[in-house]
């Protein structure tokens, strides 16, 4: 099993930033897949998840700024993130619950 995250960076106050999570090893689309992160000195927490189906749920924190969304034929879980402030600073996560498989990191910075 392996998850890639990529898309992290730098971005101002207000920017966007879309994070990718490509997946193999899996049976992709009867994966429901989420999004963590954390950020430092915290805990881990959960933003946002998708089932297979489509549905999805978010931390209120981030309600009406991200947006989950997945690509079975390309195997991907993407986390779209508009609005964003200095508070979203941290490591972003994407975990498959039910191989109970994390990716690695990738950091997102806003900042000015």
């Known amino acids: 099993v392996q998850l890639q995250a990529s898309g992290g960076g730098l971005v101002q106050p207000g920017g966007s930033l879309r994070l990718s999570c490509a997946a193999s090893?899996?049976?992709?689309?009867?994966?429901?897949m989420t999004w963590y992160r954390q950020a430092p000195g915290k805990q881990r927490e959960l933003v946002a998840a998708i089932t297979s189906g489509g549905s999805t749920n978010y931390a209120e924190s981030v309600k009406g700024r991200f947006t989950i969304s997945r690509d079975n034929a390309k195997n991907t879980t993407y986390l779209q993130m508009n609005s964003l402030k200095p508070e979203d600073t941290a490591v972003y996560y994407c975990?498959?619950?039910?191989?109970?498989?994390w990716g690695q990191g990738t950091l997102v910075t806003v900042s000015s």
């Open positions: 090893g899996i049976i992709f689309r009867i994966n429901p």
């Open positions: 975990y498959a619950p039910r191989e109970d498989y």
